[in-house]
């Protein structure tokens, strides 16, 4: 595997491989907040969140690259160094449990080291969707600050 920046020819790829990454994250909003809060909060993810993937990825703000493994994006990560934030992360399922969470997440803090950021940030869920990204975080150095966000359906 090899980290390289970002491509044009990657986007489709990345928001690809993004949008079944994050699959059973969304899932887990929707056994949390249940029906009629997931559908008021996320009435359509999958158009939603491959937007954002496109827009970020497209940021002349924020910097992205690359896990590529046989001229092929499996993982990406996205971090703005203005914020000192780890803002995007993603690997093809196809793809973890191989390592490759950890090493755009060790590549990214690197990153932001060199620009002189002295306090990184990466924000996750603490549904059990997120829990995978929580671990690799937690074994990058992270340290969480646990925060609640509460939800009430007012329209019937």
Known sequence: MVIRPLTADDIGTVVEFSLRAW?????SFRAALGVPIYTALFPDWESTQARAVEDVCRDDATAVWVADQQDRAVGFVAIR????????????PDHQRQ??????????VERLREAGV??????TGGDPG???????YERAGFTAFPQVQYY?????
Do not use: C, N, Y
Not at 83 to 90: F, N, P, S
Not at 152 to 156: C, I, M, N, P, T
């Open 23 to 27: 699959a059973p994250v969304f899932d």
């Open 99 to 108: 390592g490759i969470g950890s090493s755009l997440t060790s590549f990214a």
């Open 152 to 156: 009430k359906r007012l329209d019937g």
């Open 81 to 92: 160094l203005e914020d000192g934030e780890i803002h995007m992360l993603a690997v093809d």
């Open 118 to 123: 002295t306090l990184a940030v990466v924000g």
């Open 130 to 136: 997120h829990a995978p990204a929580r671990r690799t």
